[in-house]
């Protein structure tokens, strides 16, 4: 079952990569078609607008099982082994239950949009909850990479892997 969660993290890792390679092919190609031709499309702001949603958030769960999210480890490098270890396992469960919480509300919104039929509102008028199910959606996956990691701290002690220095 953990290693399922983790492929699932690393597919969707995987697939926020790529959706931040087509944003990038939609917006040149949106800067080409209003600037040279004259002809900006009605899709392509709009369409990277929601893959960046989808990708940002879809690819935090990788970054949880990688531990490549930002942290500040000032005091907890210094802590004992055992105080580290649980301060890791607290930090980790306090990601799963806000994740927790943002699926249920999130989920809320997204359901609501989608009984309402709301939409955009832009040229394209894509209905609204496609965007807003990215929050229940990805947070879910948050949520159970970051239990997984918690069990994996409690299991084997924190993460000794050295860091690599900070450059300015």
């Known amino acids: 079952m953990l290693r399922m969660i983790d492929r699932v993290s690393r597919f969707a890792g995987t697939v ?15 800067v080409v078609m ?13 369409l990277s ?3 960046l949603v989808w990708a940002t958030f ?4 990788i970054l949880v099982h990688r531990r490549q999210h930002i942290v500040i480890t000032l005091v907890t490098d210094h802590l004992p082994p055992r105080l580290r270890q649980a301060q890791e396992v607290f930090a980790l469960l306090f990601v799963a239950a806000l ?11 997204a359901g609501d949009s989608l009984t309402r039929g709301r939409t955009t509102g832009s040229m394209l008028d894509l209905p609204a909850w496609w965007a807003q199910a990215s929050l229940p959606a990805c947070f879910a996956l948050l949520a159970l990479q970051a239990l997984v990691e918690a069990l994996r701290v409690a299991l084997n002690g924190p993460d000794d892997t050295p860091r690599a220095p900070l450059e300015h």
């Open 16 to 30: 926020a990569g790529w959706a931040y390679f087509a944003i990038a092919l939609m917006l040149c190609y949106e």
């Open 34 to 46: 209003r600037y040279v031709f004259i002809a900006p499309t009605i899709w392509a702001e709009e």
């Open 49 to 51: 607008r929601m893959f």
């Open 58 to 61: 879809g690819g935090a769960a």
């Open 99 to 109: 994740a927790l919480f943002i699926v249920i509300y999130g989920g809320g919104i």
